[in-house]
């Protein structure tokens, strides 16, 4: 394992991190309102998506996973993270007519 493979993941995992926290303290700010929780749907979406993905990518580089369980906590992670983006896109449908 060298830096090559490893300072990538870690700034993903650092920028993604920046984004979940500015997007969170917005949908904070925004929260009651409709486009609140749309908000809070998306931050959640990139928090599972992006942020602890990067952090199981992380891991398996320094073989804290067992062979072959990144692929499966991958699928999850992205697969949750994007039901929470249709729902927030159907729900963001729903009121923005």
Avoid: C
């Amino acid at each position: 394992m060298d830096m090559i493979q490893i300072l990538p993941n870690i700034i993903a995992m650092i920028l993604s991190f920046i984004a979940t926290i500015m997007l969170g303290t917005l949908a904070y700010k925004m929260r009651g309102g409709q486009l609140g929780r749309i908000m809070t749907l998306l931050v959640i979406g990139i928090s599972l998506s992006v942020t602890i993905h990067a952090a199981f990518e992380l891991a398996d580089l320094f073989e804290l996973l067992a062979p072959n369980t990144i692929f499966t906590i991958m699928g999850i992670l992205l697969s949750l993270g994007s039901i929470f983006f249709i729902v927030a896109g159907w729900n963001a449908r729903k009121t923005y007519k």
